[in-house]
């Protein structure tokens, strides 16, 4: 009889343990169903390895970097009388101008840019930039000292000649490969600057946003 009396408590201790588990389960399911009150379904973004994103750019150009150098530049007159020397006879008129000159350069905005993702950052290829020319000549901090000989040519037209020369040698060196490459890791930051902003302002998805940029131009020097 004990022993029929235990069957049945035992019995009746599992039946109030599984009907305790159903209601915890009723009212997990019942606030559960007032507390996600929806869903909501998005597409993941999926980094493939060979990811492209084209930006739409504004067209025209785009300034890259500015150059601020200190020139010097140094220019003669002297007669001509072949076949004697007449610079060693009469003398050279020779003036030396010092003054800052700011180069500008800038690259063309294609109709569209292309980021490929290649492992952890995006390359982008630039074109190659190009200065704004004629260079801005600095002409109120503009020195110009001039020396004569006794019989060599007169200063004002001599000078007359430095100042239109002058510009044209800037825009010459402006275009020369140690002045593009001085300017080359600025240029490259501005370029990836304003991909990411464009990235930004056309609402690429935001995982794409963090990889940084590398800009590449097609005159970069080779790696050794």
Not at 21 to 38: D, E, N, R, T
Not at 72 to 92: H, I, M, R
Not at 142 to 163: G, Q
Request: glycine content about 4%; some cysteine; charged content about 25%.
């Amino acid at each position: 009889m004990r022993t029929f009396y235990a069957f049945l408590s035992n019995q009746r201790r599992l039946f109030l343990i599984l009907a305790a588990s159903a209601m915890v389960a009723i009212l997990v399911s019942v606030a559960a169903a007032l507390y996600f009150s929806g869903s909501k379904e998005q597409a993941v973004a999926v980094l493939a390895k060979d990811e492209i994103v084209i930006l739409r750019t504004p067209g025209g150009m785009l300034e890259v970097s500015t150059l601020i150098r200190n020139e010097v530049f140094q220019w003669s007159t002297e007669y001509t009388c072949l076949p004697l020397d007449c610079g060693k006879l009469f003398g050279k008129t020779i003036s030396e101008v010092r003054v800052p000159v700011h180069y500008t350069y800038r690259i063309p905005l294609a109709a569209q840019w292309s980021l490929k993702l290649v492992g952890q950052h995006f390359e982008l290829a630039a074109p190659t930039p190009q200065p704004k020319l004629p260079a801005a000549i600095d002409v109120k901090k503009l020195e110009i000292r001039t020396d004569k000989a006794w019989f060599s040519p007169d200063k004002t037209e001599h000078r007359e000649s430095v100042i239109r020369n002058i510009g044209p040698e800037f825009d010459r060196r402006a275009q020369q490969q140690k002045y593009l490459d001085a300017q080359r890791d600025d240029a490259k930051k501005t370029v990836a600057e304003f991909a990411q902003k464009w990235m930004l302002a056309q609402g690429v998805a935001a995982n794409l946003r963090g990889y940084p940029i590398r800009v590449s131009f097609p005159d970069d020097p080779r790696p050794q």
